[in-house]
């Protein structure tokens, strides 16, 4: 590809992308309308995707930042309704859609439509956990959601590869299925334990911000890397060592935190706007190459597999939801009581996405009815995404589930707060008794004292009452003072670079110090 039409795909897709904060319409939803759009429109080159350049080059890393903000504890304490639908329920799509895509495509074989089955099988959570943060959803139902989006890609493609393997008339039968799906779901998992260490190593003795950014980058390609290598999932090496290095990323040095925060911030706002965009970019593609499958008849094939696409996640979500329940009264003590209304939404978030039009590009020339699976894919993720992204938040709103406690948030917040600064009071103490130590002016170590009481007042001041004109609380004031006191220093520091006082490489010094201290402010405000 040359290099315009892929400046022109980041560039435009981040502007929808933008564009897309300030609406009500999920971000998703308005980059897939976009490449729809773009697609037909004079001059637009073609963008048809390539399954060698998103399955190892942008799944990875859009899988470690997914994995690195996960929370290891939250994802283990419902890691069977996890595992249930990104392992069960993928299996299950598989064998029910392919049989229903086999039952209603005339002269389609089974195996041939199983390869369609597990192709659709994954469902991208990426929407759908975006409208659950936005609507406050609680958080196990979004802890579960993003659970499923880190591993089912795993079980869709091993998946794949055995159905693949059996239309193309070299399967090794059942049992060489389940030892390949072993192979890949073992193997991945062991590569990622044999990586996460090391790396993890590697990170806490890097000094150099810069250095480490580096290493961060490359993590999510090595450890996918080196499982496709001895043919394990690289998915899963990649979800394995993102979940460790996010548990532990306290240990690194807090320069790198800041920067890494930044960089991979940017890195999944771009890659995740691409991609949708693609999608969209797609359709003259799909439509060029369908062939004998056209009008009336295509398009009932396509209703078909997006009516079976969505019951069968409907048929597998409220057993596998409440059958547990029913027969194990060690799952009904440990997990909290539920209802219809949260298998509901899960069953209702399984939009497609990228991933499985990737697969479907993938599939070889010679595999039967190769065009229609690829037309029938395009349709159920273009469907998906459309009816069920645009009606997922006013069901979540109809059904009225139970909002986040964002007062009980904010006290267990506070809580930890006074807690932490209590052990750092008495530290300071300690240290300050010190023989080492005990030539600090009393200013300075009333200063930290201050800082500390400041820390400590934060959070319970959200939690009093506010200013009525403003609507701020008394912490918010302090925040906003704070800053506009910073912009001061700020643009003195320039008209002093300006007049020549001080010279550009102090100017940036300076600018930094009050940079960080802007930030820090910035996250105690959006934490």
């Known amino acids: 590809m040359e290099v315009l039409p892929l400046v022109a795909l980041v560039a435009g897709s981040a502007a929808v992308a933008g564009v897309a904060r300030r609406t009500p319409v999920p971000a998703p939803l308005l980059?897939?309308?976009?490449?729809?759009?773009?697609?037909?429109?004079?001059?637009?080159?073609?963008?048809?995707?390539?399954?060698?350049?998103?399955?190892?080059?942008?799944?990875?890393?859009?899988?470690?930042?997914?994995?690195?903000?996960?929370?290891?504890?939250?994802?283990?304490?419902?890691?069977?309704?996890?595992?249930?639908?990104?392992?069960?329920?993928?299996?299950?799509?598989?064998?029910?859609?392919?049989?229903?895509?086999?039952?209603?495509?005339?002269?389609?074989?089974?195996?041939?439509?199983?390869?369609l089955g597990a192709v659709v099988a994954p469902p991208d959570a990426v929407a759908a956990t975006a409208i659950a943060r936005r609507l406050g959803l609680p958080n196990r139902i979004t802890t579960i959601l993003q659970g499923e989006s880190l591993v089912n890609d795993a079980t869709a493609i091993t998946a794949y590869k055995v159905a693949l393997a059996a239309a193309v008339g070299v399967g090794a039968g059942w049992a060489g299925g389940v030892a390949e799906f072993l192979l890949a779901s073992v193997g991945g998992v062991g590569v990622g334990l044999l990586l996460m260490v090391p790396i993890h190593w590697l990170r806490k003795r890097l000094r150099e911000p810069l250095l480490q950014n580096t290493l961060s980058l490359l993590i999510p390609f090595v450890a996918y890397a080196a499982a496709e290598r001895v043919h394990a999932s690289g998915v899963l090496a990649v979800v394995v060592v993102g979940l460790y290095l996010g548990h532990r990323n306290w240990q690194v040095d807090f320069a790198t935190r800041l920067q890494e925060e930044a960089v991979w911030k940017v890195v999944a706002f771009v890659l995740e706007s691409v991609v949708f965009a693609l999608i969209g970019l797609q359709l003259?593609?799909?439509?060029?190459?369908?062939?004998?499958?056209?009008?009336?008849?295509?398009?009932?094939?396509?209703?078909?597999?997006?009516?079976?696409?969505?019951?069968?996640?409907?048929?597998?979500?409220?057993?596998?939801?409440?059958?547990?329940?029913?027969?194990?009264?060690?799952?009904?003590?440990?997990?909290?009581?539920?209802?219809?209304?949260?298998?509901?939404?899960?069953?209702?978030?399984?939009?497609?996405?990228?991933?499985?039009?990737?697969?479907?590009?993938?599939?070889?020339?010679?595999?039967?009815?190769?065009?229609?699976?690829?037309?029938?894919?395009?349709?159920?993720?273009?469907?998906?995404?459309?009816?069920?992204?645009?009606?997922?938040p006013p069901l979540i709103r109809l059904l009225k589930l139970p909002p986040r406690d964002l007062q009980a948030e904010t006290l267990a917040e506070a809580q930890a707060q006074s807690e932490a600064s209590r052990a750092a009071e008495e530290r300071l103490t300690e240290l300050l008794e010190r023989p080492e130590n005990s030539t600090l002016p009393p200013p300075l170590a009333d200063r930290l004292r201050t800082v500390l009481e400041r820390r400590r007042n934060a959070v319970w001041e959200r939690l009093g009452e506010v200013n009525p004109v403003t609507g701020e609380s008394a912490d918010d004031v302090y925040r906003r003072l704070a800053r506009d006191m910073i912009e001061a220093e700020r643009e003195v520091f320039v008209s002093l670079r300006d007049r020549r006082r001080i010279d550009d490489e102090m100017l940036r010094a300076l600018l930094r110090r009050l940079d960080l201290e802007e930030a820090a402010a910035y996250r105690e405000e959006s934490g």
């Open 284 to 392: 003259p593609v799909v439509l060029k190459g369908l062939g004998e499958y056209e009008g009336a008849v295509a398009a009932w094939y396509a209703v078909a597999v997006f009516l079976a696409v969505v019951a069968a996640r409907f048929v597998w979500v409220f057993p596998a939801t409440f059958v547990p329940r029913w027969v194990s009264e060690r799952i009904r003590h440990r997990e909290p009581e539920t209802d219809w209304k949260s298998p509901a939404v899960v069953g209702w978030a399984g939009m497609r996405g990228v991933v499985s039009l990737a697969i479907a590009f993938s599939v070889p020339m010679e595999v039967p009815h190769r065009n229609l699976i690829l037309f029938l894919t395009f349709t159920t993720v273009i469907g998906t995404l459309v009816v069920q992204g645009l009606t997922l």
């Open 31 to 115: 980059l897939v309308a976009a490449g729809l759009i773009a697609a037909y429109v004079p001059g637009v080159p073609s963008y048809a995707l390539d399954p060698h350049i998103v399955l190892p080059l942008l799944l990875p890393p859009l899988l470690h930042t997914a994995a690195v903000d996960s929370s290891y504890l939250d994802l283990r304490a419902n890691v069977r309704p996890i595992a249930l639908l990104s392992v069960g329920y993928v299996l299950f799509a598989t064998l029910a859609v392919g049989y229903a895509a086999y039952l209603v495509v005339p002269g389609l074989t089974l195996p041939v439509a199983l390869v």
